[in-house]
């Protein structure tokens, strides 16, 4: 006659089904928000004191993005401030970023 274990096998737990994962909310951009990039490029033109129309276009387009999302306005004006600080930067306005047109560029680019 066969020993017997005197130990019975531990019973492994049951998996549970597992869920479907939720999908995640989109990754955002790599690239830079256009929103942002030109509140920083009104505040450097009002910094500057350059371009006053360029400045109201800017405040009048970041308000309208602000109530339909709609960044078509942006793109025009960040294009144009880029124009107006690459002029500025050759120049050599003080304050006039390679980072702040670097960044512009990238706005437009991801249009």
Known sequence: MAKTPAKTPAKTPAKKASTPAKPKAAAPKAGV????????????LKELGIDTQL???????????????????????????????????????KGVTAKLTGDLEKALKSR
């Not at 928000?33 to 450097?44: F, G, N, P, Q």
């Not at 960044?71 to 144009?80: F, N, V």
């Open 33 to 44: 928000a256009i929103d942002k990039v030109c509140e920083e490029a009104l505040s450097k």
């Open 55 to 93: 400045q109201a276009d800017l405040e009048w387009c970041l308000g309208s993005y602000k109530a339909d999302k709609n960044p078509a306005g942006l793109y025009e004006m960040a294009d144009r401030a880029l124009a107006v600080f690459n002029t500025e930067k050759a120049k050599k306005t």
